[in-house]
């Protein structure tokens, strides 16, 4: 992480572009990643301080009633909550007039609007990797006080549940084929068994390649045999790299289980701008109000860490 | 740790920040970085119009902290020296300062020896030189971690931690270490 260290722009920032003479401007402006949030979170517009996801635990199975014999009851039941409080996020800059005027080269002011539009964007893209990268970590939990990625999240009318390996495993054809096969266990909160489909595979930059060649080959990969691999293509919607993930060997699958992975958008991207009237100084505000989290950990297993 | 010194980012009274800065002559003695904290130094002469001020070596007693240096004002008289992003020691130079106690600085600590901690914020911090960079023009200084106190007695106001995102307290004696917010101690 970085800060801007200077807050303020003037004619001593870029003095160099005061005068002519300048073939080209380098470093100011590179492509970025297509969007990648979008592939994990699922977004929708709240118009609260704060959202709140309720999880309920149904019916379990039903009982044998010998003759003569009362039937049994079962009710549903509130389990635990989990709450959104969104955030602004929010940055700004400041020009002075003369920066602004004697600038030979670039316009300062609509540049500061595209590096502004750029910063939301990164920081909203690292909010949504951070719940991943936090996946792990006991100091960041869901509502039931495990951590988005468990071997003992809470079954509502008792019992517990993974949704990891419980020692890491690395991305490989049989660790995808072992994942499946435990999210094919999941259970709702009484403990009836629920339909649950992977959906996607999400890894970092490092495990590309490899992804590739599990998910790509119509033959077992990386072995002489010529046996099927049973989870070519198995993924609907693919694999997706993230590249802000920071744990370079962990991986996850999304299931298509609703209320996972949320987003909320009390207010999307917005930009302001003002001038001084002491100073003539322009300044440019960019912000965006939001939060992200999971409700639900059946959407997605992990490989440990 | 990656020092950039002392970053302007609003004000102690919640007043609107608009960027305003000073005029200061920056003194032939030693190099000064954007983001440097200055003090009062050189020697003044009697043409000086405004404050001479030098970067601060440390918050010793009686160097008590003027502002943070934001901008260097170009020499238009010397085309070639508008690629310097920094002022060079020799010759006495115009900076831009945001200057005065009522201003909000962010600013790296040094995490050199003991990480600042929620102990000690409210406190004050003492700060360290570092060394400014010549290639990017940016300061080399920070905040000393380990003079962090629940004190009134050292040059900055330990005010809290930056909310920038991914910005935590570092964990790590001598890691990358944690942006605080920080305001000059009239009082030191």
Redesign the interface.
Known sequence: MSSNPVAITTQGSEARLLQEGINAIATAEYKDYPMEYDKIFESEGSEKAYELDVSISGFGLASEKPEGNNISYDSEKQDFATTYVHAVYALGTIITMEAQMNNLYRDLVYKAGKMLKRSLVHTDEQLAADVINNGYDTGFTLGDGQPLFSTAHVLGKGGTFANRFSVFTALSQAAVEDALIDIEDYRDGAGLLIDARAESLHIPRSLRFTADRILASRFEPDSGNNAINPVAQIFPGGYHVNHRFTAQTDWFIKTDVDDGFKRFERMGYTFDTDNDFGTSNYRHKGMFYTSYGVTDPRACYGSGT | M?A??F???GTTDGADY????RDVILDDGANAF??DMLILGGTALAADTVPRLTPAASAAAGNTLKGAL?????D?TD?GS??TNYHVSGADGVG?V?WGEDVIF?A?EDALVGPIDGTVIGGSVDLITGTGSVITG??GMALDSSSAALDKVQALNLLQL?L????VFEATVGG?GA?FNVSINPVA
């Open positions: 990656t950039f010194g970053a302007p980012i608009h960027g305003k800065m954007v983001g934001v901008s260097i004002y170009p238009f085309e508008l690629v831009k945001c962010a790296r940016i300061s930056d920038q995102q991914g910005n990358t942006i």
